[in-house]
């Protein structure tokens, strides 16, 4: 459905952003259609770091002093 839906583009790197970020958002939207409104938020925020760290833009010390709450 992504790859029919999303924008096209004959650059590869455009190509896979495009993919990429019009999976995400289509994930986000899907999920958060059957979650409690008081959930969408921390799986924004759950989603937001893995996303993150995957791109290894996430400090894990941070992450969890995040968790700890400190």
Known sequence: MSVENSPATNVLEERLKILNDYFTLNLYQNVCRSLFEVHKLL????LTHKILDGYKQMDPIEWRYLLAGT
Do not use: N
């Open 43 to 46: 799986f924004s925020l759950i």
